[in-house]
T-cell receptor, first 110, second 115 residues
Framework: QKEVEQDPGPLSVPEGAIVSLNCTYS??????FMWYRQYSRKGPELLMYTYSSGNKEDGRFTAQVDKSSKYISLFIRDSQPSDSATYLCAFNTGGFKTIFGAGTRLFVKA | EAGVTQFPSHSVIEKGQTVTLRCDPISGHDNLYWYRRVMGKEIKFLLHFVKESKQDESGMPNNRFLAERTGGTYSTLKVQPAELEDSGVYFC?????????????FGPGTRLTVL
């Protein structure tokens, strides 16, 4: 079993739609849960970061962590064409090594 | 403030040749990381420096890869000799503090193609 599972997509939605991105993980030692956004030919940039189970909201983005189910989600409300990118879930046990999912490619059509 | 920079942006070499990738972290960031993404796979950790010291190089694929960070500033990653399976995008990241709570800032990556 892979340590992190993430559907690579691609996921195509119309502008204004609510987008749901998900990852499952198997390592119970993960303490930090992150979502990175990566535009084409660019490096990943940190989008959302959570430490505990529950929800965290930042503008149009909501990150959700369910430790009991080992499942994390990222919701994007009122999606925009500029949200078109690859979204990577990422995990950390509290050390220096970050474990990434394979990334989901998102296309938001105008 | 300048971000993490990497050079070159793209390198195409023949199998058996040597390539050196360079990373300049954000000024003042003691922690520097190298990651690699092979086609179709996830980004994987290669190694971590704190200043000039290697803290963890458990992700380095084999002894054909050598990373250095002289003086605790920029870092180089040398692949010698390069093999076909080394093709991919090599990312460098830096952070101010150590640990999962600290944001790692990524460079744009170096795309390495080995023919």
């Amino acid at each position: 079993q892979k340590e992190v599972e993430q559907d690579p997509g691609p996921l195509s939605v119309p502008e204004g739609a609510i987008v749901s991105l998900n990852c499952t993980y198997s390592n119970s030692a993960f303490q930090y849960f992150m979502w990175y956004r990566q535009y084409s030919r660019k490096g990943p940039e940190l989008l959302m970061y959570t430490y505990s189970s529950g929800n965290k909201e930042d503008g149009r983005f909501t990150a959700q962590v369910d430790k009991s189910s080992k499942y994390i989600s990222l919701f994007i409300r009122d999606s925009q064409p500029s949200d078109s990118a690859t979204y990577l879930c990422a995990f950390n046990t509290g050390g220096f090594k970050t474990i990434f999912g394979a990334g989901t490619r998102l296309f938001v059509k105008a | 403030e300048a971000g993490v920079t990497q050079f070159p942006s793209h390198s195409v070499i023949e199998k058996g040749q040597t390539v050196t990738l360079r990373c300049d972290p954000i000024s003042g960031h003691d922690n520097l990381y190298w990651y690699r993404r092979v086609m179709g796979k996830e980004i994987k950790f290669l190694l971590h420096f704190v200043k000039e010291s290697k803290q963890d190089e458990s992700g380095m694929p084999n002894n054909r890869f050598l990373a250095e960070r002289t003086g605790g500033t920029y870092s180089t990653l040398k692949v010698q000799p390069a093999e076909l399976e080394d093709s991919g995008v090599y990312f460098c990241a830096s952070s101010q503090d150590e640990g999962g709570r600290d944001e790692q800032f990524f460079g744009p990556g170096t795309r390495l193609t080995v023919l």
